[in-house]
């Protein structure tokens, strides 16, 4: 009792000194902040002892009081008045002199006692040091975060491949660190990487342990006091830190393996913070319906409510850790992929041309040239990408690939010329990379590639009488088609007018 008398004055006197808004670093010493830390554990396990015991005195209180309320006059027996109060109720349990008796109707328990204005007065000692706790503890995480230390960042990004564009598959096969995998896709192999940063999980152990306790304390407004503290120091320390490093502009950091590893390891930071408060999330409400009383109709059950509803405005913040992930992810694909992927679809088209004889149609079946130049830069894409990006982050790359490389494909598809056999050669590398690309990302494509699948079977008709069977298989308007919507007429008539082979009356019959 001594030592905790001690310590509740030394981390008194430390709260006085910090200023309302953050200590700085010189404030407080570690010897004070332990103490701090031992005055709120004993401060939360006053708390909830005390609570246990008003629980225990309300089940055993309420069978007797409610025998009594059912016995002629037992009312009188069960409320008492001011002076059979101060005659039978123990001093600690009586009312405050300045209030009168507030009787609970189920109970017939006082309510304001002596004891349950102390516990208010511990409560707001408790958050004003919770507070501060939070805040310097999220700070210091913050303040020894390992991102620079971080292993397997030596290299930085480079979306030179190294090969020759008429590169062959048995060349992709033989360069380090990457392989085929099932069907023919390629996967990356392990790589010592760090994705993520210690802060994460440092702030987390910090915002968890401060929530825990706080339920633990069974005080729904201390739960709403210390939810919205954390909120403030995880957007104040941690999401600002990670958006300005996100959200840095590549082109800067081209060539720059710091700088990548920056940027990079913020976007996964922000996608593991959005599991880890999910997680936090789904214990702290199994917590608070395992340690707090059971729903009756009671006071319990607003109390029960008001905790769930800080804990979900805690909740909530995860869609701010997705938003900026998002923003970030969005001008990675604009800064790097977008680039990226137009690079690898010129270079992959280079002296590709779409208008083939008999015997040239043979030549490019049999040496898949784009199809070969594809899979490498493609390949080498995923093998910088997949060790550096978590999952999510990774799977979102990707698409974000896919699509720019869909729109673009389309866009060089209108601006080139064709013949029968051609057609069948872009049907053929359309099918191909499909293919290839589902196996890598492991997703269905056909929402991004159906649009290329239709221009591919318009370019491929023999005659405009079998475009004629497209258009009269397409649905009819106002249907409602899942996937890509269909190419009309009108787009359908201009990919044939990059027919050579087709005559212009014929297009203009349709």
Known sequence: ?????????????????????????DAISDA???DITNVLAEAVLISRQTATFNRFLASRAAPEAQALADVPGGAERVFLGPAAIAKLVPLSMQPTRDAGAVVDGATGLVRNTPLAARMRWLTDVYVSLEVFFVGRSVAKAMALDDVDSLTGWQDAVNSDPGAGTGASATQHRAQPGVRRGPGGAF???????????????????????????????QRPAAVGAVAQCVISAMNSEFLSAMEACA??????????????RRILVAINNLDLACVYLQKTVDGLREMIGREWPPEGGGDGDSDRAAAHAAIDTFAAFAGKFAHAKQRALEQLGAQLLKPWMRTI????????????????FNDVQNDNLFQKRF?????????????????????????????????????????????MLGGIMFEKDVREIQRFLEQEADVPLRPRFGRLTQMADALAVESAADAKQLLLARPAAGTDVAGPAPLSAKEIRALLENRIDVADSDISSL
């Open 1 to 25: 009792a001594t030592r905790a008398k001690a310590q509740a004055r030394s981390a008194a006197r430390a709260a006085e000194r910090v200023a309302p808004s953050r200590a700085s670093e």
């Open 375 to 419: 899979v490498l830069k493609f390949g080498h894409l995923v093998q910088q990408l997949r060790p550096r990006l978590a999952g999510a982050n990774y799977a979102a790359a990707l698409e974000l690939s896919i699509a720019t490389l869909a729109q673009d494909w389309e866009r060089a598809i209108r601006q080139s010329k064709f013949n």
């Open 247 to 260: 959200l840095s502009s590549w082109s800067g950091a081209a060539g720059q393996a710091p700088a990548q």
């Open 345 to 360: 679809l010129q270079q992959s088209y280079r002296d590709i041309k779409y208008v083939l004889t008999d015997e040239e």
């Open 187 to 217: 996967a990356s192999e392990a790589r010592d990487i760090q994705q993520t940063s210690s802060c994460v999980g440092d702030m987390f152990f910090v915002v968890k342990t401060a929530l825990e306790h706080v339920i633990s304390m």
């Open 32 to 34: 004070e902040f332990k």
